[in-house]
């Protein structure tokens, strides 16, 4: 079965810096990937996936991941961090036609 | 795009009591539906899995008969939280996914849960 791992509990950064959420996954056969931001007491927003194509995803709010399929890696980015991204970060891997397995999450924090 | 509504969005109810939550797909047909559980600061553990119409496959380490799901339509699925208990105060979540190659899931807004 597939599982995800989220190397980073916890992600202090100051506004405007960049940052790098990780995210690497666990498989015997081809996945999708997703990431998620979870605000307090809020569902889940997908923030953008892997399904196939091009490695470098886009999402919302800036965000993009690249899918490394060799190092079996999905790590998060964006260059440029708001205050208002404080949340917690969650990545997921599904096998095709499988359910949807989450990592332990990661808090970001984006201080002034 | 694709919605999912989840009902209640919070509830208090007593120890002993029932509780059952709602998620409904609005403009799509949910063949498979997930239910998760989240604990404060922690990730969302998968609780069982059903597609429309049959028995739902629970994790190991689920109780079945005290969380009942059932997704008896294409565009609804139930969790019952049966003679909860404070230990089973929880934030729960569906998400649904639809017949297709738009593969994708849907994700409800979540349910507290806090049995006093």
């Known amino acids: 079965a597939q599982s995800v791992t989220q190397l980073d509990s916890q992600v202090p950064v100051f506004e405007e810096a960049p940052v790098e959420l990780r995210c690497n996954y666990s498989?015997?056969?081809?996945?999708?990937l997703f990431w998620y931001v979870q605000y307090p007491n809020q569902g889940l927003q997908l923030l953008l996936k892997?399904?196939?194509?091009?490695?470098l995803v886009k999402g919302i709010n800036g965000f993009e991941a690249e899918f490394n399929k060799s190092q079996t890696s999905f790590h998060l980015r964006k260059p440029s961090v708001h205050i208002s991204d404080t949340a917690e970060y969650f990545c997921?891997?599904?096998?095709?036609?499988?359910?949807?397995?989450f990592g332990a999450g990661t808090r970001l924090t984006v201080k002034p | 795009g694709a919605v999912v509504s989840q009902h209640p969005s919070w509830v208090i109810c007593k120890s002993g009591t029932s509780v059952k939550i709602e998620c409904r797909s609005l403009?799509?047909?949910?063949?498979?539906m997930f239910w998760y559980r989240q604990f404060p600061k922690k990730s969302l553990m998968l609780m069982a899995t059903s597609n429309e119409g049959s028995k739902a496959t629970y994790e190991q380490g689920v109780e079945k008969d005290k969380f009942l799901i059932n997704h008896a339509s294409l565009t609804l699925s139930t969790l019952t939280v049966t003679s909860a208990h404070p230990e089973d105060s929880s934030f729960y979540i569906c998400?649904?996914?639809?017949?297709?190659?738009?593969?994708?899931?849907?994700f409800g807004s979540g349910t507290r849960l806090t049995v006093v």
């Open positions: 403009d799509f047909q949910a063949t498979t």
């Open positions: 997921a891997v599904s096998e095709i036609n499988n359910d949807m397995r």
């Open positions: 892997y399904l196939s194509g091009s490695t």
């Open positions: 998400s649904a996914r639809g017949a297709g190659s738009n593969y994708g899931y849907t």
């Open positions: 498989s015997s056969v081809s996945v999708y």
